[in-house]
């Protein structure tokens, strides 16, 4: 009977662990907190540098106004991981509580910037997790290496702030395996009830200001923290696609400037290229002016070589290697010559490495297509004239083949003839024609008149 009570009393507590292990963790200010207001920073689309800089622009603001919490709004499918490791530093850095407010998606490299927040909620619906570094010419899945860089920042930003590093870590690696929460072979994601249940989650809220409310702020002074304009312009022209195209319009439009006299309408798109290329970098500190100015050394060496030496030697080979250089170095977010590790570095090499490829199939089908279009013949001249096309060096009379009519002159073998009333100069196949004699045209072909002896 003992045992009994004993097992019906343990039924009774499952169901009260199993709801205690779900109950959400309470939101707490740390007691020195109050008073200040409460910053709304929107974290959306892609994740790159320019957004990087703004989020540090954003702690730097609600630091220095004294805000008492700043709720980070996500909503992102992931983007670059060296702008996603500077957001995660920024956060952990951060002097007041951060809350990052799931509103749908934190794929990618927002999982990792989720956890770098001191607080993670998560709205109905919401997901978090599948954080597989890929490539981003392919889509697939990137080398071991970048993996685990990814899963070393990963589970570092989850230990410093208390949560389960393992479950962090098999949002990257398919590989691991946790048990009761994610099979071998397949990357985590979670739903904010997983999240909640799984301690990755602390609370599921419908709005932010159910989480204002949520940390016992009922009337808090609200700031809706936003991009400038400059930033929204910087962020376009700094992401991965429009710096290939800018590279591109560069690249490309020096080249064919090149093979052109003078300073006409590549010249143009290449200057516009650079400038749209180095500005916005340069305003997000990725580039010094050192590239700029092996940018432009590269370039004149590259066309001092065209110009003043027969061939392509040393200085267009140094030109070509330091113009290389200047683009990979202003991806990248160096410091003088301390670059980034590696891993950082890649993604940018082949980011330039695609642009290049790119590069040389344009021009390749460019070469072959551009003459065939009527609008190119004002920059190119046709490479065939055809005179079944209309094109002839001087004026035909196709209309004199089969007329017969006397010769005025001994053919010897050239002469003329009488065609239409009108004197024409005519010539023999080789053979001797005496004058007065009827002969018939037997060939035009410019101002060439074939004739012979007429049978009748």
Known sequence: MKRLYLLLIGLLLIPAAFALQRAPKPLELSSDTTGGPVFIVPVDGMIDNGLARYIERAVSDATTRGAVLTVFEIDTFGGL????????????DAQMPTVAFIDKNAASAGALISYAADRIVMVPG???????????????????????????????????????????????????EVEGVSEKGKVLTLSATEALELGVADQILETTDDVISAFGLDTPSLIAHSETMAERVLRFLGSPVVQSIL?????????????????GFPGII???????????????????????LLFALGVGLIILELFLFAGFGIAGITGLVLVVFSL??????????????????????????????????????????????????????????????????????DEYIGYVGPTLTDLRPSGSMLIHQKRVDV???????????????????GTRVEVRIHEA
């Not at 991981?81 to 952990?92: G, M, N, P, S, Y």
């Not at 560069?250 to 300073?263: A, H, I, N, S």
């Not at 290449?270 to 010094?288: D, S, T």
């Open 328 to 397: 990979v170095a202003a991806l990248v977010g160096n410091v003088g010559f301390s670059f980034p590790p590696f891993d950082v570095v890649m993604p940018s090499v082949y980011t330039l490495a695609v642009t290049l490829i790119l590069l040389v199939i344009g021009m390749a089908m460019t070469a072959r297509m551009f003459p065939a279009f009527s609008a190119s013949n004002i920059l190119v001249l046709s490479p065939e004239l055809k005179s079944s096309e209309g094109y002839t060096s001087a004026s035909t009379h």
């Open 427 to 445: 010539i023999t196949s080789g053979e001797y024609i005496d004058r007065g004699v009827d002969v018939e045209v037997v060939q035009v072909s």
């Open 247 to 263: 590279m591109l319009m560069m690249l490309g439009g020096l080249y064919f400037e090149l093979q052109t006299p003078g300073v």
């Open 126 to 176: 919401a997901s978090i997790g599948a954080a597989t570094v890929v490539e981003g010419g392919s889509g697939d899945e990137a080398p071991d290496k970048y993996q685990s860089y990814m899963r070393g920042l990963m589970r570092a930003t989850a230990e410093a702030n208390g949560r389960d590093p393992q479950i962090a870590e098999s949002m990257v690696d398919p590989t691991l």
């Open 270 to 292: 290449a200057l516009l290229g650079i400038a749209l290329f180095f500005a916005p970098h340069y305003l997000l500190g990725l580039v010094e002016v050192w590239e700029i």
């Open 81 to 92: 991981v060296d702008a996603a490791d500077k957001i995660r530093k920024t956060l952990l």
